[in-house]
């Protein structure tokens, strides 16, 4: 008689795995799975449109930015659950799928992947003798609003476009990873192709990235303007993942509350 072999969840992804994952990943590999995730994102996502010519169409940089983040996942997330941006981070932290402490410390690397991204793409840009203004040049790929948009779209508008961008993401990421979900093998393409079609409007807007890592990357080594919007580039994709975050908690907690469990088909993991 066969024994049945245990499944074993992610808290921070809700990606389940077979016996090849029943040994948790600690805390520093997990950490520097996401930086290097976050890294490889940003090289990407920035990356490509800095050496794009001409840099009027936002669709390679699109592509490119959702191939990496489903290259990523699918590299990393075994082991980290593959957050990659602190938008998904506090969805899941609101959603109950990771500890505060542990989202804490998640954002964290993120933050040091995408500035060590962004540092290694300024430092090409230095290396360049037809380039004279590497911050110039980082500013065609840094998200602003106002004068700085691309279609000076207004504060107001940026900030809508983030939460309501940064909210489909998260719950793309959230719905896909959901234990219940029998798609939940595809999560990393999915996730990829919603983040490159939410990318091909935000760039076209203001380079609107919903990733607070990947903006903080771009605006240190920009004009100083651009640590001077920063604030909206954080706050808006924050709120926008909390919103998303709570849903799902909400259709996790009545079934909890009937079987003490999150275990009905119908209900998103917490």
């Avoid at 090849?20 to 995730?37: I, T």
């Avoid at 082991?79 to 804490?104: E, K, Y």
């Avoid at 809508?160 to 719905?175: D, H, K, N, S």
């Amino acid at each position: 008689m066969t024994t049945p072999v245990p499944v074993h969840r992610d808290p921070a992804s809700g990606l389940t795995a077979g016996s090849s994952a029943e040994v948790r990943h600690g805390l520093v590999s997990r950490l520097s799975a996401e930086a290097f995730g976050t890294l490889f994102i940003v090289v990407a996502g920035l990356g490509v449109p800095l050496f794009t010519i001409p840099q009027s169409s936002p669709l390679p940089a699109a592509l490119a930015a959702g191939l990496a983040v489903t290259a990523a996942m699918l590299a990393f997330g075994y082991v980290s659950g593959g957050h990659f941006n602190p938008a998904v981070t506090v969805g899941h932290a609101v959603a109950g799928r990771i500890r505060l402490v542990d989202a804490a410390a998640y954002i964290g690397a993120q933050l040091v992947g995408g500035l060590l991204g962004a540092l290694a793409l300024f430092g090409i840009l230095r290396t360049l003798p037809g380039i004279q203004d590497s911050r110039t040049a980082f500013d065609t790929v840094t998200a602003g609003f106002g004068e700085h948009s691309i279609i000076q779209a207004p504060l107001a508008a940026v900030l809508l476009l983030e939460v309501l961008g940064a909210a489909i993401l998260v719950a793309v990421f959230l719905g896909t990873t959901a234990r219940n979900n029998i798609n939940r093998t595809a999560a990393a393409i999915a996730v990829g192709l919603a983040f490159a079609v939410l990318l091909q409007l935000g760039l076209s807007v203001g380079n609107a990235p919903f990733n607070p890592a990947r903006a903080t990357a771009s605006a240190v080594f920009s004009s100083s303007w651009s640590l001077e919007q920063l604030w909206l580039f954080w706050v808006a994709p924050v709120v926008g993942a909390a919103i998303t975050g709570l849903v799902f908690r909400g259709f996790a907690a009545p079934v909890a509350a009937v079987t003490g469990s999150a275990a009905d088909g119908s209900a998103f993991d917490d």
